[in-house]
């Protein structure tokens, strides 16, 4: 093995890459991870209707708080143009309306309604449920999983709590 590499986990992943360190060795699988991630996306979307990007808006929305199009752009890291068209979509199906914000009539929030509450709680259902090989963890592990990935977490995210 020349010096400084290590040898690979998955040649399936990425043929040929090499591990400088034991952190890009981690990055990696932690990239890999996710390699089931859109087909579930895909999948929960098609199961309710929506396109991937409009379930995924419904999801960030809390149906608790009104979000105005902008706070809703802020959390899904875009700009608010872009969330025009999901909205669009969304409010089509009935699943939020626009209302006029209360405390600024100059801005309008969405508001999640009832079905589209309902639809939520099942994308959350299907997209968080664990994979099997997590599952399949003890219980230890997956403690000892949760606390790393909570502490690199929060070490990307600047310190703010999720």
């Known amino acids: 093995m020349p010096h ?8 399936n992943f990425v043929p040929g890459l090499r591990y400088r360190s034991r952190a890009h ?3 990696a699988l932690v990239i890999e991870s996710f390699g089931g991630w859109e087909q579930r996306v895909n999948a929960a979307a098609a199961a309710v209707g929506l396109s991937p990007v409009s379930a995924w808006t419904l ?5 608790d708080s009104p979000s105005s ?3 809703l752009a802020a959390r899904l890291r ?3 143009s872009t969330v025009v068209d999901p909205t669009d979509r969304l409010e089509d199906a009935g699943l939020v309306i626009r209302q006029t914000n209360p405390a600024d009539r100059r801005v309008n929030v969405l508001v999640v ?5 309902q639809i939520r709680d099942e994308l959350i259902d299907r997209l968080f449920e664990p994979p099997a090989a997590f599952q399949r963890l003890p219980a230890q592990d997956q403690a000892r999983f949760r606390d790393v990935m ?7 995210s600047g310190g703010r709590e999720r």
Do not use: H, I
């Not at 999801?59 to 149906?63: A, G, I, T, Y």
């Open 150 to 156: 909570l502490a690199a977490v929060r070490d990307v």
């Open 4 to 11: 400084g590499t290590l040898p690979t986990v998955s040649e």
């Open 78 to 80: 875009c700009t608010p």
């Open 69 to 71: 199009q902008k706070e």
């Open 59 to 63: 999801v960030q929305l809390d149906p």
């Open 113 to 117: 309604t009832p079905r589209g509450r």
């Open 25 to 27: 060795e981690l990055w």
